[in-house]
């Protein structure tokens, strides 16, 4: 026997069985839970209020059901929002408490980047993925689950998508070895496990969120950590002046492995350039990295603004928080210019800024 029932996301109609507790679209591929009422049949050994997964807020550990003396042996698998939105977003924080290298600001970090998100540009709540030490387990910031959560970020993105990544944590330079960076290094990214698992590099962050964008879709990758300049490899790196003066340097290298969309726009917005560090400070209030503040306050205080204005606003607002009470304390001397990078060439003066 069975029953027509709806996807809930592309609402195609589909036949399942009776007593079927889920079916997976053959149109989007989405999975759709089935409710348990089945009008009056209820099949063997099915038992209405057995949850086989933990809910994606739950705290409790996890423990297999049994079920009619028996046990389902099924394994915890992180929530992953519903892909195909017009507007998600991946937001890390890592903190690395316990360690000697502890960030205090990274957690109030991504709780602002979400704030701004949902009641300034109508990001649904269910649409973001945050990956911090504080989640259930399923979404600390494994180099594992970082890696989960960029690919779907970008997975079935199609025109008129815009995503977000958002990073507030450690971030550090290697030798590079495929001959693909201007100035010699890789940029990376230091998941909560990197000293086992190691680090997650810019070549792979191009490979897996940038390269894959289609035309149309908008990806915004806001980076909080130290030599970021170009950790997307984006090929088109704005160097812009105190007076609003710019010019776009290009950082594509002859030879080798193409470094652009397909067809989407990719920005980067970071917090410094590749040689410098950046800030975890209190020079705003409570402790927060000095890129996400200054990006989310002039976002909230400055209506219509172009990336040119943004990144002004931004540069302004570290600088007088440097000369007021400092910045960078383990490094005093090195100084922090937030950074534009992109996909495509644009004037910055111009282009209103939107996600």
Known sequence: MATRRQCKWCGVP??????????????????????????GYRPPGVNGNVNLMPTPDSNRPYRPRAVNGGVYQVQPQPYHPPAYGRKRAVLCGITYKGSQQSL?????????????LVEK???????????????????IP????????????????????????HYSGHGSQVRDLDGDEVDGYDESLLPVDYQTEGRILDDELNETIVRPL???????????TCFSGTLLDLPNVCRINRQGNYRWEDHCIPHAAYKGTSGGLAISISACDDHQNSGDTTAFGPATGALTYSFVQTLRQEPRLTYGRLLISMHNRIRAARDAIGLNSNAPHLSQEPQLSSSFKFEIHSKPFTI
């Open 214 to 224: 289609p035309k149309g879709a908008t990806l915004h990758s806001i980076i909080d």
């Open 104 to 116: 205090n600001g990274s957690i109030n970090d991504v709780v602002i980047m979400r704030k701004l």
């Open 14 to 39: 589909s036949l399942v069985p009776l007593g079927a507790q889920s079916l997976r679209c053959p149109t989007c591929h989405q999975v759709t839970t089935l409710q348990t009422n089945y009008n």
């Open 121 to 139: 540009f109508g990001f649904p709540s269910s649409a973001i993925l945050m990956l911090t030490e504080e989640e259930d387990y399923k979404y």
């Open 142 to 165: 494994t180099k594992k689950n970082v890696r989960a959560a960029l690919r779907w970020l970008v997975q079935g993105s199609r025109p008129g998508d815009s995503l977000v990544f």
